[in-house]
């Protein structure tokens, strides 16, 4: 399959640092883990990743402090064929994540101090304009400041470039950046606290994604986790089903694998539809192995699981 249109990601790398355990420890407690691991991550990164090990031509904007992550997250980047557009800031530092997994469900929560990261600036945007304008799909998130994604948006809106914002870690997002965004991506935490809906059903989705598409959204992707992903917009309100690819080992970069497939998919100029039951294969081939940016599937094996699946 060609690449496509060029993919431009603004966001944000973190060191990952996974701890597994039977449960999280009280205040005050210290338990005994069962494994640790030190990987790369970061949504914006992870879903560089994803994008890049599917054969798209994907570039990562991001800042880096200037130490031993930052090469980690260079070399995870060349390893999945991503380029990047990085601003080397030495007075600060590369980020990082606690992630604690629970080792009987594969569930997680997470801390993100996300460093050199939180300093990306409407500026740094600015000088960007031009990678940003020459993209066909321009994908961010809220690990950076909102005031930088807003201005990328713009300069992406304004170019004719496609959008997508996954309004995660879940934050309170000004009225206009809705009205920028083809494709917004909440899951059903994220979709309760951008509406104030609850989101337990696909009926309940599905209301609370026609109140976002009344603040001027595109359309709206609502990640329902076992429940795959319901696509609503003016014109269509489609349920697409998990395409699952065996036992679930964790959960964590789920979200990342499926923004990074949908943007892909969008890229080639795949309609809609296709391209979330795309993007579902390419999460559901990530949660049967562990990790966030290393649980990344090939083109290859998403179009098997696909051809399986159909």
């Not at 790398?13 to 691991?37: H, W």
């Not at 030190?38 to 990562?60: C, M, Y």
């Amino acid at each position: 399959m060609a690449s496509g249109k060029p993919v431009v990601i603004l966001g944000v790398f973190v060191a990952d640092t996974a701890y597994r355990a039977d449960r999280q420890p009280r205040m005050g407690e210290t338990i005994l883990g069962n494994s640790f691991k030190l990987g790369p991550g970061g949504k914006g990164s992870n879903q560089a990743v994803a994008a890049g090990k599917l054969g798209a031509d994907v570039t990562f904007l991001t800042r880096l402090g200037v130490d031993p992550f930052a090469d980690m997250a260079r070399q995870t980047w060349a390893g999945a064929g991503v380029k990047d557009a990085v601003i080397d800031t030495p007075e600060s530092y590369t980020g990082a994540a606690y992630i604690f997994v629970e080792e009987t469900t594969g569930n997680n929560a997470i801390i993100v101090s996300p460093g050199a990261a939180m300093m990306i600036s409407p500026a740094d945007i600015e000088a960007n304009a031009g990678l940003i304008s020459s993209a066909g799909v321009f994908v961010t998130q809220l690990e950076q400041p909102i005031d930088a994604a807003l201005r990328a948006l713009e300069i992406a809106r304004g170019a004719g470039v496609t959008t997508i914002l996954n309004p995660a870690p879940a934050a309170k997002l000004p009225d206009r950046i809705y009205t920028l965004c083809d494709y917004l991506t909440p899951n059903e935490t994220e979709t309760e606290e951008l509406t104030g809906m609850k989101v337990s059903s696909i009926d309940e989705a599905r209301a609370a994604a026609a109140s976002l598409i009344e603040k001027g959204v595109g359309t709206v992707i609502v990640t329902l986790g076992d429940k795959g992903a319901l696509l609503h917009s003016k014109n269509r309100s489609e349920h697409v089903p998990v395409v699952s690819a065996g036992p679930v080992v964790e959960t964590t970069g789920a979200g990342d694998a499926f923004n990074g497939g949908l943007a892909a998919s969008l890229s080639r100029g795949v309609e809609p539809l296709q391209a979330v039951r795309f993007a579902c294969a390419v999460a559901g081939i990530s949660v049967t192995r562990p990790g966030t940016a290393p649980s990344m599937p090939t083109l290859q094996e998403v179009e098997a699981l696909l051809a399986q699946a159909t």
